[in-house]
C-alpha cells in the first residue's frame, strides 16, 4: 500500500486530500496543529502539534518514519494574510514567509531520508506566488512567499533528480474554503481531483512544472 503524508490535513483543501487518497488505497499520514475535521473512523493516521514552523516537531515526527517507506509528500499547509501598501505588516509577511516558504522546505529537507527513491513531492502554492501572472498588485506576504515556495520548488526539482524523487509545484484553483471565505470558484473535491491528476502525470520529465489543478502550465 503507498505511503502518503500531507501537511495541513485538518480542514480545506489538505482535509480533502487525505480524504481522496484514503479512498483511491493510501496508507495516509494526516500532519497537522489539531486535528479539527479529521473524521476517526476512516482509517487516517493523525499526527497532532504538527506545526510547520516547529523544528523540533518537525525532526521528531521525522525520526518516528521508517526511512524510504513514503511515496508521496504533500506540503499543503499555508496562510493567508492582508499585505498591503497602506498596511505593511511586516510581522505578517515574514509569517507568511515562515509558514508558505521556509515551512515546506523544511519539513521536505527532514522527510528525504523517509521518501522512498522514485517518490514524489507536491507543493501546493498559489498562481498569486507568478510574477508573470500579477495583473493586480497588493498581497505582498502572500504573493512573496508562494514565490520563494516557487523557486524551493524547482531546486527540489533540479536536487532530488538523482533519487528518481519528481516534484509538483501545484495552484489548486480558487477553491471555497476558509481561507476564502468560502467564495472560491470550485469545491475541494474537484481541486483535489485535479492535483491528484497532476501528481499522477509527475514524472522525471515534467519535474519541477509549475501547474494549474486544471493541467494548465502556469508562468513563473
Ligand atoms: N483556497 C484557495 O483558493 C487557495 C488558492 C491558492 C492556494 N491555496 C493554498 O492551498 C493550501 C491550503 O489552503 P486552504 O484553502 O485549504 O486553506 P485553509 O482552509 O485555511 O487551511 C489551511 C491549512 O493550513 C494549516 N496551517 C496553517 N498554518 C500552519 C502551520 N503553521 N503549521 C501547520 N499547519 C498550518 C491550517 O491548520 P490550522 O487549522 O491549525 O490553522 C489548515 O489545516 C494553502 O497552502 C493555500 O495557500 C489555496
Known sequence: MPHAIVTGANRGIGLQLCLALKDR??????LCRQRGDLPAAVGIE???NYDVTDGAAIEAFARSVEPGTVDLLINNAGILRSTSLDNLDLASARQQFEINALGPLRVTQSLLPALKDGGKIALVTSRMGSIADNDSGGS???RMSKAALNAAGMSLAR???ERGIAVAILHPGYVRTDMTGQSGLIDTDESVDGMLERIDELNLSNSGSF???NGELLPW
Open 25 to 30: 488505497g493510501y496508507r495516509v499520514t494526516a
Open 46 to 48: 493523525i499526527q497532532e
Open 140 to 142: 505582498y506576504g502572500y
Open 159 to 161: 536536487d532530488l533528480h
Open 211 to 213: 501547474w494549474h489543478t
